[in-house]
């Protein structure tokens, strides 16, 4: 009698641990996307590059975030060298509008040192966009190191960012990815 139910509480047991088995998350992770923009006359955008992280991290909390960089006057970027820097998201609207180049998924461990860099670039001190040295496309190539892609900026893309978006594409083969037209 006692020997069929431990049997009883051990399959049963089996089968909850089953379940479980079946049932528990899987691995989670946290894509990130590479943008670029066009610009807009009508708007008075410019060219721009951006990453949106989406996803979840292993404790469960969902992730929905993106980052640009840019100088906070334009003027003063174009007309005296270095300016005053920020970090900028985008709308729900305005990514749909942009170009989706390539993602990547990233580990729980990746995307806090991704997140470290967006919080780096925001905090440094002084004036640091810089059109030429410091902008939008240098910001998304730490970015892009940092999740482990080959991401230089030659000196031709510097102000190019979809032109950019596309470099790095053919520079890593391993994404499987298209150029943007």
């Keep these: 009698m006692i020997r069929k139910l431990y049997a009883r509480i051990l399959a049963s047991m089996m089968a909850l641990f089953a379940m479980l ?42 992730v929905s975030e993106n980052y640009g960089f840019s100088a906070r006057s334009s ?26 180049h390539f993602t990547v998924t990233v580990s729980d461990q990746q995307y806090r040192r991704l997140l470290a860099t967006v919080l780096a670039w925001r905090d440094y001190p002084g004036k640091y966009y810089d059109l ?27 102000r190019r960012p979809k032109a950019w978006l596309n470099y790095v594409t053919r520079s890593n083969p391993q994404l499987g990815a298209r150029e943007i037209d």
């Design 75 to 100: 003027m003063e970027a174009i007309s005296s060298g270095p300016a005053e820097h920020m970090i900028l998201t985008e709308t729900q609207g305005t990514i749909a509008e942009t170009n989706r």
């Design 132 to 158: 030429d040295d410091n902008n939008c496309i240098h910001f998304v190539a730490a970015l892009a190191r940092a999740a482990g892609l080959q991401a230089d900026v030659p000196e031709e893309y510097v």
């Design 21 to 62: 088995a079946v049932v528990s998350p899987a691995q989670a992770d946290v894509q990130v996307h590479f943008h670029s923009f066009n610009g807009s006359v009508l708007w008075g955008r410019y060219p721009h590059t951006f990453v949106v992280f989406e996803g979840e991290l292993d404790n469960g909390t969902r």
